[in-house]
């Protein structure tokens, strides 16, 4: 996710609380899908056009569900812990990592859908190899996607970290003498203005269409493919009993069906790479990236 998939942070409306209390009065005696009793998911942009063909695909097999939208990315995973949710589907594994250890929490993954990439682009440049010697370049400054970007840059070549930067590496990671560009960390909604001053800048994916930027122009992204993009799988999360529940893992067949992949993949302007990893898979990345943040 990008660090996920939307932007800037807002917050959360009072309205949406009175949502989540409603929803947490369903029927008792219905199992979760059942009427009376619906599979309450949280996501961030629940308009994006995904969700919609989703809904009818679980309905059409008699599963009741309910899309409770966020504009906060730091409320679903608290209130799937409540019980407020019985699911959430908007962060990588990397957040969720966070939020585990941060939290003491064990919120587990239970499949995967999409990579989004990270992205670097230029003005004044046409390759990555064009950008000179002591060239800047503008990173996001939050924790987790400074962290991916500077990846991104080693990948790239531009930058050489140290041996035990960790899986969330910070500018202080640098080896300098072994880097050809310095490195300037900005708000992420401020790297496509950067463009106009800097060599080149790192872009989160939530941003290129609104700064008009064409994903074919990107100078470079890490690999959706590689190790290093393990972390930035995006998830659907459940609490860790409800990790087997069979109706929780067919919405999650069902959100990988051709209709919602393609909905998906065309409300990204193209960039998602979609996810394969099934729940142990995404389990045993996510109990790795968790040790290394313990460290």
């Known amino acids: 996710m990008t660090f996920l998939r939307r932007g800037a942070l807002l917050a959360a409306s009072a309205g949406l609380t009175l949502t989540l209390a ?24 629940a308009s994006d056009p995904q969700w919609g063909i989703f809904e009818e695909l679980a309905a059409e097999e008699g599963i009741e569900v309910e899309i409770v939208d966020f504009t906060d990315y730091t409320q679903p995973n608290p209130a799937l812990t409540d019980g407020d949710l019985d699911l959430n589907q908007f962060q990588h594994l990397l957040y969720l990592a966070q939020y ?17 990439p990270l992205a670097l682009y230029s003005f004044e440049h046409e390759s990555v190899e064009d950008i000179p010697d002591g060239g800047e370049i503008a990173i996001p400054n939050d924790v987790t996607n400074q962290g ?20 969330v590496p910070t500018t202080t990671d640098i080896v300098a003498e072994e880097s050809s560009v310095t490195v300037t960390p900005v708000e992420a909604n401020q790297t496509v203005v950067a463009l106009d001053s800097v060599d080149a800048s790192i872009v989160n994916n ?14 470079f992204e890490d690999d959706a493919e590689s190790e290093v993009a393990e972390p930035y799988i995006n998830v659907w999360a459940s ?21 919602v992949s393609d909905a998906l993949v065309e409300n990204s302007g193209g960039t998602a ?21 313990q460290e």
Not at 100 to 116: E, K, R
Not at 239 to 259: G, M, Q, W, Y
Not at 280 to 289: N, R
Request: proline residues 3%; hydrophobic residues 40%; aromatic residues 4%.
């Open 22 to 45: 409603a929803c947490a009065g369903g029927d008792s005696d219905a199992e979760p899908g059942e009427a009376g009793n619906p599979v309450r998911i949280g996501v961030v942009g």
């Open 100 to 116: 585990n250890v941060a939290d003491g929490q064990d919120l587990t993954p239970i499949g995967a859908t999409a990579v989004y």
């Open 148 to 167: 991916r970007a500077l990846n991104v840059l080693q990948e790239a070549g531009l930058v050489t970290l140290t041996d035990d930067a960790g899986v």
């Open 206 to 219: 939530d941003f290129v269409a609104d700064g008009g930027l064409d994903p074919a122009d990107a100078l």
């Open 239 to 259: 609490r860790a009993e409800d990790a087997d529940n069979e109706t929780f893992h067919r919405l999650v067949e069902l959100f990988n069906s051709e209709e």
């Open 273 to 293: 790479s979609l996810a394969n990893q099934d729940a142990g898979e995404l389990q045993d990345i996510l109990a790795e990236i968790e040790s290394s943040l």
